[in-house]
């Protein structure tokens, strides 16, 4: 099963690979409210169909540009909902403050999250047991 959703600044897939699920999430350019508007009922419904299985989050900030302010404070928000929802998190990213914010976000976490430059090493992180 894969499921994908794109608006201007997210794209969102949702995967089951050996009964494990998997949101994979595109973040490019500039986000703003709206973005987060369509992007966060996909990722509860998604939070929904796992409750039982293992779920994961794979984020790409490569070509990541920031957010709205608005949007910021969406991200924040619906970050602390979901942070005891996974099981594991891997964010790819260029950018030093990406790697800090998500070790700073770990602290916050019942799952483990992790920082990559790598895609497939992220990747294969997250289908690691």
Not at 97 to 106: H, L, N
Request: charged share 35%.
């Amino acid at each position: 099963m894969s499921i994908e959703i794109s608006t201007r600044g997210v794209g969102i897939e949702i995967k089951n690979i050996d009964d494990k699920f998997i949101v994979e999430i595109d973040m490019y350019g500039k986000l703003t409210h709206e973005d987060y508007e369509v992007m966060i009922p996909v990722i509860e419904r998604a939070i929904s169909a796992a409750c039982e299985k293992e779920f994961d989050i794979v984020v790409d900030m490569r070509d990541f540009e920031g957010w709205e302010l608005e949007a910021a404070f969406d991200d924040f928000k619906f970050g602390m909902e979901i942070k005891d929802s996974f099981d594991k998190m891997s964010v790819v990213g260029d950018e030093k403050w990406e790697k800090w914010s998500v070790k700073s976000m770990s602290h916050l976490t019942k799952g483990e999250m992790k920082f990559f430059r790598d895609y497939d090493e992220a990747y294969r992180w997250i289908m690691s047991k």
